[in-house]
T-cell receptor, first 113, second 114 residues
Framework: ETGVTQSPTHLIKTRGQQVTLRCSSQSGHNTVSWYQQALGQGPQFIFQYYREEENGRGNFPPRFSGLQFPNYSSELNVNALELDDSALYLC????????????FGQGTRLTVV | AQSVTQLDSHVSVSEGTPVLLRCNYSSSYSPSLFWYVQHPNKGLQLLLKYTSAATLVKGINGFEAEFKKSETSFHLTKPSAHMSDAAEYFCVVSPYTGGFKTIFGAGTRLFVKA
């Protein structure tokens, strides 16, 4: 157990809908990163939040957005869902603006139909 | 720019025999390198990391990896495979010690035969 929890564990949405995924970071961690892992591929970095500000982003369109709250938990929002958004979404928390070891949650499996 | 290539998508070994999972990286600066393991329906777990200290890095569960700058490689090894080692393994490169803006390899699926 890493102390990083994600909800929900599974989700089915229809193309065009919006979805919100949630992540509670490990106690004492102030940085949260989000990753998309398509089937059979390695995780791809979406973005990172440090103290409620986005401080790094991968190659994902603006319809992928996020929030970090004062307790350092985080949300990932995806608008206008596409079939290719079907994936495992992983959250990782760390301290020191990402400069200490990252601990991963078990992920949210999103299926877009 | 940085990238990582895992040279084998699948590796199959017999229980008790050595494991070798190969990883090459490309980076324009001194990178931090990591190996993660992912068991089915579980999150990623850090096996070991290299952050410019000793080039031979020892990790959990008997795994180790050697950083070879001249070969731009960071191969993962274990002397004797156990059935519980069957999982997906990811080689990861990052400009930061903690893994910010990490680049994951495509993964190597390790099968362990009894």
């Amino acid at each position: 157990e890493t102390g990083v929890t994600q909800s929900p564990t599974h989700l089915i949405k229809t193309r065009g809908q919006q979805v919100t995924l949630r992540c509670s970071s490990q106690s004492g961690h102030n940085t949260v990163s989000w990753y998309q892992q398509a089937l059979g591929q390695g995780p791809q970095f979406i973005f990172q939040y440090y103290r409620e500000e986005e401080n790094g982003r991968g190659n994902f369109p603006p319809r992928f957005s996020g929030l970090q709250f004062p307790n350092y938990s985080s949300e990932l929002n995806v608008n206008a869902l596409e079939l290719d958004d079907s994936a495992l979404y992983l959250c990782a928390s760390s301290g020191g603006q990402g400069r200490t070891e990252a601990f991963f949650g078990q992920g949210t499996r999103l299926t877009v139909v | 720019a940085q990238s990582v290539t895992q040279l084998d998508s699948h590796v199959s070994v017999s229980e008790g025999t050595p494991v070798l999972l190969r990883c090459n990286y490309s980076s324009s600066y001194s990178p931090s390198l990591f190996w993660y393991v992912q068991h089915p329906n579980k999150g990623l777990q850090l096996l070991l990391k290299y952050t410019s200290a000793a080039t031979l890095v020892k990790g959990i569960n008997g795994f180790e990896a050697e950083f070879k700058k001249s070969e731009t490689s960071f191969h993962l090894t274990k002397p004797s495979a156990h059935m519980s080692d069957a999982a997906e393994y990811f080689c990861v490169v990052s400009p930061y010690t903690g893994g910010f803006k990490t680049i994951f390899g495509a993964g190597t699926r390790l099968f362990v035969k009894a």
